[in-house]
């Protein structure tokens, strides 16, 4: 990409979207494409086609998703698969319609089988069974992988594909009934404090261990990638090392300076018991995250605190 060119990010106000703006932004990168939710259903394909052809972006971030956490998956499968699948359908089509010089797609580290030797490598995709807590949300990504895979093959596009692991940062979705692990735990552990609550309860057992890579890494290594990867098979992007659930709730307790106990509630789903990715594609080409988890969290908990006011 050059400074000038003319960059569509999809989902810019979500928590991945936002951080991919604000590092673009940092590097240069003026001609940035922007739309709301409310001015453009991403889900209809014909209003889709109609904005990419009057925009004409000629690279484009694919970060809008509809995602949450494993309530929220649980609960909500219809919308998990229905909406992404929509969404992607539409903004793949839509690139390769109005000639889009190169597209990225995100998937996620959830859609490796349930299953699956560690660290997992990219070629362990679709190996097994997935998870059944986030099933549906795993085969719409799978299948927008799938998609940019087949357009590359049948009308050589440049459309590559990447697998984060869990996300966490500023622009985080911080609802205590749909979102991610951290920003859930960060939430409901300050509202502990602050009600003087005696014990907070987490789902689980909490030995089920995740990677985590905070928004900012995450949005430096998408930019890089598009700058520097050319090819159909999907790459993962983390950190290299996982922490507990049990270990995760410790440094938040920590980091909230929460004095109250933590009561684990086993009867809950809890998911994988790991999921690592394995990160050698991605430093091999040149990158690496430089944020700690402890940082990353004081980081994103500062911003729920002003968000909160």
């Not at 940035?32 to 889709?48: C, H, P």
């Not at 903004?91 to 010089?101: G, H, N, P, Q, R």
């Not at 093959?153 to 697998?163: G, R």
Request: aromatic content about 10%; hydrophobic content about 35%; overall charge negative.
């Amino acid at each position: 990409m050059n400074l000038d060119s003319k960059i569509f990010v999809a989902g810019h106000t979500g928590l991945v979207g936002s951080a991919i703006v604000r590092s673009l932004r940092e590097q240069g990168y003026k001609n940035l494409v922007l739309v709301t939710s409310k001015e453009l259903d991403l889900r209809n394909e014909s209003a889709v086609l109609n904005f990419f052809k009057q925009t004409k972006p000629e690279y484009v971030f694919l970060a809008a998703a509809k995602c949450g956490g494993i309530r929220d998956n649980i609960d909500h499968p219809v919308q998990f698969l229905e909406d992404n699948l929509k969404i992607q359908n539409s903004v793949i089509s839509s690139s390769y319609k109005t000639s889009v010089k190169k597209l990225m797609f995100l998937g996620s580290a959830c859609i490796y089988p349930k299953e699956c030797p560690q660290p997992i490598k990219e070629e362990y995709l679709l190996s097994g069974y997935l998870e059944p807590t986030n099933e549906a949300y795993s085969l719409a990504k799978i299948a927008g992988i799938k998609l940019c895979q087949a357009y590359n093959a049948q009308y050589e596009t440049n459309y590559i594909s990447v697998n984060p692991c869990n996300v966490y940062g500023p622009k985080d979705n911080f609802s205590a009934e749909t979102s991610h692990v951290i920003a859930g735990l960060i939430r409901r552990i300050h509202e502990a404090k602050k009600s003087k609550k005696e014990f907070v309860d987490c789902w689980g057992t909490g030995n089920a261990r995740r990677e985590f890579i905070y928004v900012e890494d995450l949005a430096e290594s998408l930019i890089f990638l598009m700058n520097n990867y050319n090819d159909s098979e999907v790459v993962n992007v983390g950190v290299g090392k996982d922490v507990s659930i049990k270990e995760l709730v410790g440094h938040i307790v920590d980091v909230i300076e929460y004095e109250g106990e933590i009561k684990w509630d086993t009867s809950k789903p809890e998911g994988m018991k790991q999921r690592l990715l394995d990160t050698t594609k991605l430093k091999e080409l040149g990158w690496e995250p430089r944020t700690s988890i402890d940082q990353g969290l004081q980081l994103t908990y500062e911003y729920f605190k002003l968000e909160e006011r």
